[in-house]
Protein backbone atom coordinates (compact mmCIF):
# COMPACT_ATOMS: atom_id res chain seq x y z
CA UNK A 1 0.00 0.00 0.00
CA UNK A 2 1.31 3.38 -0.92
CA UNK A 3 1.07 6.38 0.71
CA UNK A 4 0.80 9.64 -1.20
CA UNK A 5 0.86 12.79 0.52
CA UNK A 6 -1.77 15.34 -0.79
CA UNK A 7 -0.55 18.97 -1.84
CA UNK A 8 -3.82 21.21 -2.87
CA UNK A 9 -2.64 24.81 -4.25
CA UNK A 10 -4.56 27.70 -3.71
CA UNK A 11 -3.01 31.47 -4.21
CA UNK A 12 -0.02 29.66 -4.42
CA UNK A 13 -0.26 28.37 -1.00
CA UNK A 14 -0.51 24.84 0.52
CA UNK A 15 -4.57 24.42 2.07
CA UNK A 16 -6.58 21.87 3.28
CA UNK A 17 -10.50 22.45 2.84
CA UNK A 18 -12.77 20.29 4.56
CA UNK A 19 -15.16 18.77 2.93
CA UNK A 20 -13.84 20.63 -0.46
CA UNK A 21 -15.98 23.78 0.83
CA UNK A 22 -13.70 26.81 0.78
CA UNK A 23 -15.08 28.76 3.50
CA UNK A 24 -13.58 25.72 5.76
CA UNK A 25 -9.85 26.53 4.46
CA UNK A 26 -6.84 26.02 6.46
CA UNK A 27 -3.51 27.39 5.13
CA UNK A 28 -0.86 25.40 6.32
CA UNK A 29 2.41 26.34 4.30
CA UNK A 30 3.13 29.69 2.29
CA UNK A 31 6.15 27.67 0.30
CA UNK A 32 4.70 24.44 -1.44
CA UNK A 33 7.73 23.38 -3.07
CA UNK A 34 9.12 23.42 1.08
CA UNK A 35 6.52 21.18 1.86
CA UNK A 36 6.98 19.29 -1.28
CA UNK A 37 10.70 18.59 -0.80
CA UNK A 38 9.88 17.78 3.29
CA UNK A 39 7.39 15.37 2.19
CA UNK A 40 10.09 13.36 -0.01
CA UNK A 41 12.70 13.91 2.47
CA UNK A 42 10.44 11.76 4.73
CA UNK A 43 10.38 9.01 2.69
CA UNK A 44 7.15 9.96 0.41
CA UNK A 45 7.94 8.46 -3.32
CA UNK A 46 4.56 10.18 -5.16
CA UNK A 47 3.07 13.49 -4.35
CA UNK A 48 -0.53 14.23 -5.42
CA UNK A 49 -0.79 18.16 -6.40
CA UNK A 50 -3.81 19.62 -6.64
CA UNK A 51 -4.61 22.79 -8.30
CA UNK A 52 -7.55 24.21 -6.25
CA UNK A 53 -8.01 27.72 -8.34
CA UNK A 54 -8.37 25.96 -11.42
CA UNK A 55 -10.84 23.52 -10.11
CA UNK A 56 -13.16 26.30 -9.01
CA UNK A 57 -11.93 28.44 -11.82
CA UNK A 58 -11.02 31.49 -9.89
CA UNK A 59 -6.94 31.28 -11.22
CA UNK A 60 -4.03 28.80 -11.73
CA UNK A 61 -1.08 27.36 -10.42
CA UNK A 62 0.74 26.24 -12.76
CA UNK A 63 4.13 27.56 -11.73
CA UNK A 64 3.77 26.31 -8.23
CA UNK A 65 3.24 22.99 -9.67
CA UNK A 66 6.07 23.34 -12.31
CA UNK A 67 8.65 24.30 -9.39
CA UNK A 68 7.13 21.23 -7.43
CA UNK A 69 7.50 19.06 -10.47
CA UNK A 70 11.73 20.24 -10.90
CA UNK A 71 12.11 20.45 -7.05
CA UNK A 72 11.30 16.74 -6.36
CA UNK A 73 13.07 13.15 -7.85
CA UNK A 74 9.38 11.23 -7.35
CA UNK A 75 6.53 11.34 -9.94
CA UNK A 76 3.69 14.01 -9.39
CA UNK A 77 -0.10 13.45 -10.30
CA UNK A 78 -1.94 16.39 -10.85
CA UNK A 79 -5.69 17.30 -10.82
CA UNK A 80 -7.27 20.14 -10.64
CA UNK A 81 -9.48 22.28 -13.35
CA UNK A 82 -7.85 19.60 -16.40
CA UNK A 83 -10.38 20.34 -18.95
CA UNK A 84 -9.31 19.59 -22.25
CA UNK A 85 -6.26 17.99 -24.26
CA UNK A 86 -3.92 20.92 -23.81
CA UNK A 87 -4.55 21.41 -20.26
CA UNK A 88 -3.67 17.82 -19.28
CA UNK A 89 -0.62 18.49 -22.33
CA UNK A 90 0.43 21.49 -20.34
CA UNK A 91 0.68 19.75 -16.51
CA UNK A 92 2.79 16.68 -18.39
CA UNK A 93 5.35 19.39 -19.98
CA UNK A 94 5.68 20.77 -16.62
CA UNK A 95 6.89 17.86 -14.95
CA UNK A 96 4.03 15.72 -14.07
CA UNK A 97 4.05 12.06 -14.54
CA UNK A 98 0.29 11.87 -14.53
CA UNK A 99 -2.77 14.02 -14.96
CA UNK A 100 -6.16 13.92 -13.10
CA UNK A 101 -9.41 14.32 -14.79
CA UNK A 102 -12.76 14.32 -12.49
CA UNK A 103 -15.01 17.22 -13.90
CA UNK A 104 -15.46 16.58 -17.65
CA UNK A 105 -16.07 12.49 -16.75
CA UNK A 106 -19.30 13.78 -16.16
CA UNK A 107 -19.47 17.02 -18.48
CA UNK A 108 -17.65 15.96 -21.55
CA UNK A 109 -17.35 12.20 -22.82
CA UNK A 110 -16.12 13.10 -26.09
CA UNK A 111 -12.93 15.06 -24.57
CA UNK A 112 -12.41 12.39 -22.15
CA UNK A 113 -12.22 9.78 -24.09
CA UNK A 114 -9.91 11.57 -26.27
CA UNK A 115 -7.60 12.00 -23.51
CA UNK A 116 -7.37 8.85 -22.24
CA UNK A 117 -7.08 7.68 -26.12
CA UNK A 118 -3.96 10.24 -26.83
CA UNK A 119 -2.48 10.04 -23.03
CA UNK A 120 -3.24 6.93 -21.80
CA UNK A 121 -1.69 5.53 -18.73
CA UNK A 122 -0.39 8.76 -17.68
CA UNK A 123 -4.02 9.78 -17.05
CA UNK A 124 -5.84 8.58 -13.69
CA UNK A 125 -9.80 8.99 -13.64
CA UNK A 126 -10.72 10.92 -10.42
CA UNK A 127 -14.45 10.30 -8.90
CA UNK A 128 -15.29 11.92 -5.99
CA UNK A 129 -18.77 11.54 -4.11
CA UNK A 130 -21.11 12.61 -1.68
CA UNK A 131 -22.52 9.30 -1.03
CA UNK A 132 -24.50 7.52 -4.43
CA UNK A 133 -23.71 11.16 -5.93
CA UNK A 134 -20.51 12.68 -7.96
CA UNK A 135 -19.96 16.07 -7.07
CA UNK A 136 -17.84 18.10 -10.16
CA UNK A 137 -15.85 21.91 -10.18
CA UNK A 138 -13.60 21.11 -7.13
CA UNK A 139 -16.57 19.73 -5.38
CA UNK A 140 -18.73 22.80 -5.81
CA UNK A 141 -21.65 21.78 -7.94
CA UNK A 142 -23.41 18.55 -6.78
CA UNK A 143 -25.03 16.18 -9.70
CA UNK A 144 -27.32 13.80 -10.55
CA UNK A 145 -24.97 11.50 -11.38
CA UNK A 146 -24.75 8.19 -9.94
CA UNK A 147 -21.20 7.41 -8.56
CA UNK A 148 -21.06 3.59 -9.40
CA UNK A 149 -22.03 3.97 -12.91
CA UNK A 150 -20.03 6.54 -13.74
CA UNK A 151 -16.81 4.24 -12.42
CA UNK A 152 -18.66 1.48 -14.67
CA UNK A 153 -18.59 3.95 -17.57
CA UNK A 154 -15.22 5.31 -17.16
CA UNK A 155 -13.77 1.42 -17.39
CA UNK A 156 -15.35 1.02 -20.30
CA UNK A 157 -13.53 4.13 -21.88
CA UNK A 158 -10.21 2.60 -20.90
CA UNK A 159 -8.98 4.07 -17.82
CA UNK A 160 -6.40 1.93 -15.94
CA UNK A 161 -6.35 3.82 -12.55
CA UNK A 162 -8.91 5.96 -10.34
CA UNK A 163 -8.89 7.82 -7.68
CA UNK A 164 -12.02 7.68 -5.78
CA UNK A 165 -12.64 10.30 -3.22
CA UNK A 166 -15.49 10.29 -0.38
CA UNK A 167 -16.10 14.03 -0.28
CA UNK A 168 -18.27 13.45 3.58
CA UNK A 169 -15.10 11.83 5.38
CA UNK A 170 -12.57 14.23 3.91
CA UNK A 171 -10.58 16.25 6.14
CA UNK A 172 -13.00 14.68 8.67
CA UNK A 173 -10.48 12.26 10.44
CA UNK A 174 -13.28 9.24 10.76
CA UNK A 175 -11.63 6.82 8.85
CA UNK A 176 -12.41 5.40 5.46
CA UNK A 177 -15.51 4.46 4.02
CA UNK A 178 -14.50 0.89 3.53
CA UNK A 179 -17.83 -0.60 2.19
CA UNK A 180 -17.93 2.37 -0.47
CA UNK A 181 -14.03 1.71 -1.08
CA UNK A 182 -14.94 -1.86 -1.52
CA UNK A 183 -18.17 -1.09 -3.80
CA UNK A 184 -15.92 1.22 -6.28
CA UNK A 185 -13.11 -0.75 -6.74
CA UNK A 186 -15.16 -4.20 -7.69
CA UNK A 187 -17.09 -1.95 -10.19
CA UNK A 188 -13.90 -0.48 -11.80
CA UNK A 189 -11.47 -3.81 -11.84
CA UNK A 190 -8.35 -1.42 -12.22
CA UNK A 191 -6.22 -0.11 -9.95
CA UNK A 192 -7.68 2.58 -7.32
CA UNK A 193 -6.36 5.11 -5.02
CA UNK A 194 -8.60 5.66 -1.83
CA UNK A 195 -8.68 9.08 -0.41
CA UNK A 196 -10.62 10.67 2.00
CA UNK A 197 -10.78 10.02 5.63
CA UNK A 198 -7.04 9.48 6.77
CA UNK A 199 -6.45 10.40 9.99
CA UNK A 200 -4.62 8.03 11.98
CA UNK A 201 -1.83 5.03 11.27
CA UNK A 202 -4.76 3.10 12.43
CA UNK A 203 -6.93 4.19 9.35
CA UNK A 204 -4.02 3.21 7.20
CA UNK A 205 -3.78 -0.22 8.32
CA UNK A 206 -7.72 -0.49 8.43
CA UNK A 207 -6.94 0.14 4.74
CA UNK A 208 -4.41 -2.02 4.16
CA UNK A 209 -5.74 -4.84 5.64
CA UNK A 210 -9.63 -5.04 4.78
CA UNK A 211 -9.33 -3.23 0.94
CA UNK A 212 -9.88 -5.05 -2.07
CA UNK A 213 -6.16 -6.12 -3.48
CA UNK A 214 -6.57 -3.51 -6.39
CA UNK A 215 -6.82 -0.85 -4.17
CA UNK A 216 -2.72 -0.38 -3.90
CA UNK A 217 -2.32 3.67 -2.62
CA UNK A 218 -4.07 5.95 -0.37
CA UNK A 219 -3.72 10.12 -0.32
CA UNK A 220 -3.31 11.21 3.05
CA UNK A 221 -3.37 15.38 3.43
CA UNK A 222 -4.72 17.32 6.71
CA UNK A 223 -3.23 14.17 8.92
CA UNK A 224 0.00 14.69 7.65
CA UNK A 225 -0.49 18.82 8.47
CA UNK A 226 -2.07 18.28 11.64
CA UNK A 227 0.66 15.90 13.24
CA UNK A 228 -2.25 12.81 14.04
CA UNK A 229 -0.25 11.29 11.23
CA UNK A 230 4.00 10.87 11.45
CA UNK A 231 4.91 10.00 7.57
CA UNK A 232 7.54 8.19 8.21
CA UNK A 233 6.11 5.96 10.73
CA UNK A 234 2.95 5.77 8.49
CA UNK A 235 5.31 4.79 5.68
CA UNK A 236 7.02 1.96 7.91
CA UNK A 237 3.86 0.43 9.01
CA UNK A 238 2.21 -0.02 5.54
CA UNK A 239 5.64 -1.61 4.71
Known amino acids: MQLIPAIDLRNGKCVRLKQGEVARETVYDDDPVARAKAFV ?3 AKRLHVVDL ?29 IRT ?5 ARLAAGAAHVIIGTILVEDERMTR ?9 VIAGIDARARFV ?3 GWAESTPVDRDALVKRVAGWGATRLIFTEILRDGMGEGYDHDALATVAGIFGGSVIASGGAHTIDD ?9 KN ?18 EALAALG
Do not use: W
Open 114 to 122: NILRILGDK
Open 135 to 137: AVR
Open 85 to 89: LDQAQ
Open 41 to 43: AAG
Open 204 to 212: LRALRDHAP
Open 53 to 81: DSAFGSGENHAAIARICKAVDVPVQTGGG
Open 215 to 232: VDACIVGSALYEGTINLP
